[in-house]
């Protein structure tokens, strides 16, 4: 069964800077996830992504697969994007899978 | 294109009683999954089913709990007599395809046992 860390748990910063999350997992998958989660709020996902790097807006992930290893990247932040983001991979690798979460990131950033 | 559906949003149950959580898959997707989230804890996985079959349950708790999803209508969790301890949210997800297929979430239904 995968095994998903997520760092750091909390996260503080002011608006415009540069936010980095980490996330790795111990067993070798089709493909990872990114979510983000609002306080009381819904799931939206951001991101599945099986090589590389892709980029939505100010967001960007990327992942190493021969690592086990991927990064969410904020670039600019802003207070909107104040939210938890988790970081999900297939239980057993598969993509048919159900997932295995990470313990999220509470992001906060201040005006 | 609806999304994942989820009702009800909100529940409320007296301990013992019976809770149903109803998820409507988007169009055309034929795998569903079902995830808890228990206050200030992260999400687990709890079952995987595909029209009319349970594909991974490893998650379920082995008592009171069960899942369906049959050939018509929604995928429905059932909570046989409720404790405390159910209460959570419990989110949906579908995906279109097996292998690398994105999942697509619900709202959620936020159970509170009183």
């Known amino acids: 069964k995968n095994e998903v860390e997520q760092s750091p748990q909390n996260l503080t910063a002011q608006e415009g800077e540069f936010i980095t999350i980490n996330c790795s997992y111990s067993v070798g998958i089709s493909a990872l996830h990114w979510l983000q989660q609002h306080p009381g709020g819904g799931i939206v996902s951001l991101f599945m992504?099986?090589?590389g790097k892709k980029k939505h807006g100010r967001l960007i992930a990327t992942i190493n697969i021969q690592e086990k290893h991927s990064s969410l990247h904020i670039t600019a932040s802003h207070p909107r994007d104040s939210a938890v983001y988790i970081c999900?991979?297939?239980?057993?690798?598969?993509?048919?899978?159900?997932?295995?979460f990470g313990k999220g990131t509470h992001l906060i950033i201040q005006p | 294109n609806a999304g994942v559906m989820q009702n009800p949003r909100h529940l409320v149950r007296r301990r013992g009683q019976e809770a149903r959580l109803r998820c409507s898959p988007m169009?055309?997707?034929?795998?569903v999954y079902w995830y808890r989230q228990l206050p200030e804890e992260g999400l687990k996985f709890m079952v995987y089913?595909?029209?009319?079959?349970?594909?991974?349950e490893s998650g379920m708790p082995k008592e009171r709990f069960s899942a369906e999803f049959p050939k018509e209508g929604p995928s429905i969790l059932r909570i046989q007599q409720v404790v405390r301890g159910d209460s959570a949210a419990y989110f949906c997800?579908?995906?279109?395809?097996?292998?690398?297929?994105?999942?697509?979430f619900g709202p959620g239904t936020r159970l509170t046992v009183t």
């Open positions: 089913l595909q029209k009319e079959n349970i594909i991974d």
């Open positions: 997800a579908s995906s279109l395809v097996a292998g690398a297929g994105e999942q697509y």
């Open positions: 992504l099986s090589s």
């Open positions: 169009k055309g997707h034929s795998h």
């Open positions: 999900a991979a297939p239980n057993s690798g598969g993509g048919a899978d159900g997932l295995t």
